[in-house]
T-cell receptor, first 115, second 111 residues
Framework: EPEVTQTPSHQVTQMGQEVILRCVPI?????FYWYRQILGQKVEFLVS????????KSEIFDDQFSVERPDGSNFTLKIRSTKLEDSAMYFC?????????????FGPGTRLTVL | DQQVKQNSPSLSVQEGRISILNCDYT??????FLWYKKYPAEGPTFLIS?????DKNEDGRFTVFLNKSAKHLSLHIVPSQPGDSAVYFC??????????FGTGTRLKVLA
């Protein structure tokens, strides 16, 4: 069964450093998303991406964040200068159809720890 | 601003019994809802969804009920199994591109 994959599974970085979290969505999917979950809290939407541009972003997704689809398979989230409060699980998701009600399939997540 | 709320952080149920997980929402514009299950160190896994044109959707042991007037939905698992032990999130589709998740309910099914 096709699945969303994410690398690395755990990333440790120093405050102020740049990190890039990588995702490989399901191959024929068209819409891509990043969510995050701070420990013990709810899963929060960050950004959605379609047709090579951001469709929607939350107030969390400020200028420190960017997304890119550098090739036909990868979807990346970059945090330019990490802060302690960026420590969280980051989940990538994708959905295939042209209906917005098509299910989003989530990857296993990358745990980001900012020291 | 909690538009989707799950007021029970945890629930314990005996194996074979019914598990009922509840979710409330505040935005009457939401018209599509989903339940996801999450095991530790894994991403959320889709379970079942419901559109606001329905009040019930069933898939095997899982049934979701939607009460639009009360802005309430619930997930019923019958019979509950130990493998169902996980955190359950309800989510609402907001606009066209994003899910708004609740805070989750940790279900423990006791053997």
């Amino acid at each position: 069964e096709p699945e969303v994959t994410q690398t690395p599974s755990h990333q440790v970085t120093q405050m102020g450093q740049e990190v890039i979290l990588r995702c490989v969505p399901i191959s024929n999917h068209l819409y891509f998303y990043w969510y995050r979950q701070i420990l013990g809290q709810k899963v929060e939407f960050l950004v959605s991406f379609y047709n090579n541009e951001i469709s929607e972003k939350s107030e969390i997704f400020d200028d420190q964040f960017s997304v890119e689809r550098p090739d036909g398979s990868n979807f990346t989230l970059k945090i330019r200068s990490t802060k302690l409060e960026d420590s969280a699980m980051y989940f990538c998701a994708s959905t295939g159809g042209r209906k917005f009600t098509d299910t989003q399939y989530f990857g296993p997540g990358t745990r980001l720890t900012v020291l | 601003d909690q538009q989707v709320k799950q007021n029970s952080p945890s629930l314990s149920v005996q194996e074979g019994r019914i598990s009922i997980l509840n979710c409330d929402y505040t935005n009457s514009m939401f018209d599509y809802f989903l339940w996801y299950k999450k095991y530790p160190a894994e991403g959320p896994t889709f379970l079942i969804s419901i559109s606001s044109i329905k009040d019930k959707n069933e898939d095997g042991r899982f049934t979701v009920f939607l009460n639009k007037s009360a802005k309430h939905l619930s997930l019923h698992i019958v019979p509950s199994q130990p493998g169902d032990s996980a955190v359950y999130f309800c989510a609402a589709l907001s606009g066209t591109y994003k899910y708004i998740f609740g805070t989750g309910t940790r279900l423990k099914v006791l053997a």
